[in-house]
Structure formats: C-alpha cells, structure tokens
C-alpha cells in the first residue's frame, strides 16, 4: 500500500519545512514539494505537523517483578505507543540468577513475538555476570543485535550485581562495542535505612522516600561513572532524579567520559512532598522516589 502525505510541516532533528512525503509499503520513498505521485491512500496535512515516529528506551512490557508483573502486555503497551506517536520501543530483559542471557532472550521474545503491534528492541539486563555468561556478551551484539546491558547497582539478591562484576562488564562490553546502562543507586545503604526505618516501626510511603535520600543516588552515579571513564565503556543512567546525580554526570563530561543520562517525566512534575500524604502517598512509590523542588528545577 502506498501513501501520499500532502502539504505537511515536517519536523526532522536537523529541519522544519513544507512539503509531501510518499510512502511505498513501509518505506518513505519521496520527499518534496508537490510530488507528482499518485498513492492508495492519500492525507492533506496542511497547518500539521508531521514527525517521525518516537522512540522511547524505556518500558517494561509483560515484566515479573516481586511476584507479580507490569501492567501492559506487548499488544496494550505498544498499541497505546502507537497512539501517542511512538513507533519503537526498547524493553528490558531481566536474567535471572543462575541462568543465560540466552534463556532470558527466549523468554522474551516468546511474549513479544506476533503481540507486539509496533516496532521493538531490547536492552539486556545482566543480573550475573560470570565466566558463563561472558562470551554470551559477544553473542548478544553479533548474532541478537543487542548492544545495550542494563545493570541494577541495588536490589540486592535479586538483581544487583557489585562493583567487580560491573567492571568486569563494562571492559567486555566496551571490547565488543556495546554501552552498558544502570539503575545507579547504593543498594547496600538503602537496604541498611529500610531495615532501620522497619525496625523503628516507620512504614509509610514517606520512609520510602527517607531510605532512598539523594545521596544514595548521587554516588551510584558518581561511581558509575568513574568506572565507565576508567574502561571507556560508553555508560547511561537511566531515570536519573536529582541534581547530585546529575552533577556526576556533568562532572564525568567534563572529563570527556561517554556518560549519558536520562530522566522520566514525574520527577520534572512531582515532588516528595506528595508522600506526606499517608495512605494516599502510596500513589507514588517508585524507585528512585519523587525528590525536591530544587532537584526538578537542576533537571
């Protein structure tokens, strides 16, 4: 099936321009001021905007976590994609303990395969990186097309792995051409705070905020990125939400590390503030929490 878009305002990375764009199947063929082409389908977007599709990095489809899984399925998740203008997504693997990166893949692949309605990747989370799973780094890059390993610097026995096996990752990952990326938080003195908070019988949603203070995150950061400047691994952070962790990151920059972050759209709206709400706080559990007023504005 072929598609005339006609008289649209296109809104590229580099340019914003009028004109016609033809598509043959799934590929666009054309792009000019008024195409002489005739199509199946033809849409007049004059006073539109039209984009490329988005992409976002960072979903979790279909995802078992604590006994119980993420809301959206392949099908819910990348349908409701679609209608906000995102055409690709990237979703995370998660190895589990004792097993191959290759067992998770099939896994995967096996919930993703004919549901998805829109186009997806993955990253791959490395959760026990040994001499087992080493040359599965190799594998991933030249046989999946996989090149980025997500690593959880907390949730001890579960997903974390320490510093040893992290560096270790990244010196394989950086040989191989891949980017390693992390949930950059200090797992041992946030379990250390959630057991003291438990002990004292404080358990509502603001001591979740208080076992997670900013410095927590600010020096997972910081170490991550040492360690990626050390191997020159190229490293990204993913839903980073305060201006210490921030700072790690520009301060990693200015040593001409490979250091990338991102951030999610509450930390930039919500503040802790919300988890002074007892019972209704608990709308706004996540890990990293909800920071300050401060953190949004360095955001």
Same mark, same amino acid.
């Given at each position: 099936?072929?598609?005339?878009?006609?008289?649209?305002?296109?809104?590229?990375?580099?340019d914003?321009?009028?004109?016609?764009?033809?598509?043959?199947?799934?590929?666009?063929?054309?792009?000019?001021?008024?195409l002489?082409?005739?199509?199946?389908?033809?849409?007049?977007?004059?006073?539109?905007?039209?984009?490329?599709? =988005?992409?976002?990095?960072?979903v979790?489809?279909?995802?078992?976590?604590?006994?119980?899984?993420?809301?959206?399925?392949?099908?819910?998740?990348?349908?409701?994609?679609? @209608?906000?203008g *995102?055409?690709?997504?990237?979703?995370?693997?998660?190895?589990?303990?004792?097993?191959?990166?290759?067992?998770?893949?099939?896994?995967?692949?096996?919930?993703?395969?004919?549901?998805?309605? =829109?186009?997806?990747?993955?990253?791959?989370?490395?959760?026990?990186?040994?001499?087992?799973?080493?040359?599965?780094?190799q594998?991933?890059?030249?046989?999946?097309?996989?090149?980025?390993f997500?690593?959880?610097?907390?949730?001890?026995?579960?997903?974390?792995v320490?510093?040893?096996?992290?560096?270790?990752l990244?010196?394989?990952?950086?040989?191989?051409?891949?980017?390693? *990326?992390?949930?950059?938080?200090? =797992?041992?003195?946030?379990?250390?705070?959630?057991?003291?908070?438990?002990?004292?019988?404080?358990?509502?949603?603001?001591?979740? @905020?208080?076992?997670?203070?900013e410095?927590?995150?600010?020096?997972?950061?910081n170490?991550?990125?040492?360690?990626?400047?050390y191997?020159? +691994?190229?490293? @990204?952070?993913?839903?980073?939400?305060c201006? =210490?962790?921030?700072?790690?990151?520009?301060?990693?920059?200015?040593?001409?590390?490979?250091?990338?972050?991102?951030? +999610?759209?509450?930390?930039l709206?919500?503040?802790?503030?919300? @988890?002074?709400?007892?019972?209704?706080?608990?709308?706004?559990?996540?890990?990293?929490?909800?920071?300050?007023?401060?953190d949004?504005k360095?955001?």
């Amino acid at each position: 099936m072929s598609i005339l878009i006609k008289n649209g305002r296109i809104i590229t990375a580099t340019d914003d321009y009028i004109a016609d764009i033809f598509i043959e199947g799934e590929t666009i063929s054309a792009i000019g001021e008024n195409l002489n082409k005739t199509a199946d389908h033809e849409i007049d977007a004059t006073g539109k905007f039209v984009f490329p599709g =988005g992409i976002d990095p960072h979903v979790h489809l279909e995802m078992p976590f604590m006994g119980t899984y993420s809301s959206d399925s392949y099908e819910t998740g990348t349908r409701a994609a679609l @209608y906000g203008g *995102t055409t690709t997504v990237i979703d995370f693997i998660l190895q589990t303990q004792g097993k191959s990166l290759k067992a998770a893949l099939n896994e995967w692949q096996s919930r993703a395969t004919g549901n998805a309605v =829109g186009d997806y990747s993955f990253h791959m989370a490395v959760t026990d990186y040994n001499e087992n799973v080493k040359p599965e780094i190799q594998q991933m890059v030249e046989e999946e097309g996989i090149t980025s390993f997500k690593t959880f610097m907390a949730y001890k026995g579960a997903l974390m792995v320490d510093d040893r096996q992290m560096f270790d990752l990244m010196s394989e990952v950086k040989k191989q051409g891949g980017m390693v *990326t992390a949930h950059a938080t200090n =797992g041992d003195m946030i379990d250390l705070l959630v057991a003291k908070h438990r002990s004292e019988g404080k358990l509502s949603p603001l001591y979740h @905020y208080l076992s997670q203070p900013e410095v927590t995150e600010a020096e997972a950061s910081n170490r991550f990125a040492q360690m990626a400047g050390y191997t020159g +691994c190229p490293a @990204y952070i993913v839903h980073l939400t305060c201006e =210490g962790a921030l700072n790690a990151v520009r301060e990693a920059g200015a040593r001409n590390y490979q250091v990338f972050a991102e951030t +999610c759209i509450q930390y930039l709206i919500l503040d802790a503030s919300l @988890y002074e709400k007892d019972f209704e706080g608990a709308k706004w559990v996540m890990s990293p929490p909800l920071r300050e007023k401060k953190d949004q504005k360095a955001l």
